[in-house]
């Protein structure tokens, strides 16, 4: 059976973690390094949490909006982009000599926002909904019975797409109408070969064994739950 030990770099920056039963504990709380023996199929080694000092970057995304109600009308504008990727002022290891935040590495920075998707949710009270792009797909979802999604998906966002643009309008009956309606756009994307934060895997070690093994690192970082108010 192989024993595999993995150990990372600033390991001390994970939070919250939560091992697979394979892992040995008492290497775990002593070294930091995780010794185990894998099962068979596919499984999560370990789930954690980073602080906001092991944030490398900055969010990879940039999404704004504003919304203006003129009668019974609202009028709403939201603009995503690619945000660039700098080094975070509080990160480890996230300095220059200089003292000021550095660029990752050109192909980071090169690096494409997947599967983007911004969802913004509206009243039931909410008709006339009306939408526009030059970019995307968009739909209208009113099969709830609590409120109405309007969904903007992306395949791609490119380092050069920084202003993209929807507009909405829609209306609402007089009756509920209400200059501080709150609006809110949600966001979902991924980034893949980027981690946000400082923790990487610093190298993996197998034991008892002569075979070699193919040894690959696949990095994603997805958004989790980020919402922007309008």
Known sequence: MPDLRMTFVHPDALDNVSLHPCVRIPRWESEKALSFVPPDGKFKLLSYRVGPYAIQYGLPIHLS???????????????????????????????????????????????KLEDVRVVLPLPTTAYNIRMQTKKGTYSVDQSMSDQ???????????????????????????????????????????????????????????????????????????AGSFQVRL
Do not use: C
């Open 148 to 222: 109405t999604k309007l969904t903007w998906e992306l395949k791609t966002i490119g380092p050069n797409d920084s202003n993209i643009k929807l507009h909405a309008q829609f209306s609402v009956k007089r009756q509920h109408q209400d200059s501080t309606l709150a609006l809110a756009a949600f966001a979902q994307f991924k980034l893949v070969g980027v981690s946000v934060s400082s923790v990487k895997i610093n190298s993996l070690r197998m034991l008892r064994e002569t075979y070699n093994i193919f040894k690959g690192v696949k990095t994603i970082t997805k």
């Open 65 to 111: 909006g504003k919304s203006t109600l003129e009668d019974n009308i609202y009028n709403i504008e939201i603009t995503v982009g690619a945000a660039q990727l700098l080094y975070s002022k509080s990160a480890i290891g996230g300095m220059g000599h200089t003292g000021m935040p550095v660029l990752p590495t050109s192909s980071a920075r090169e690096r």
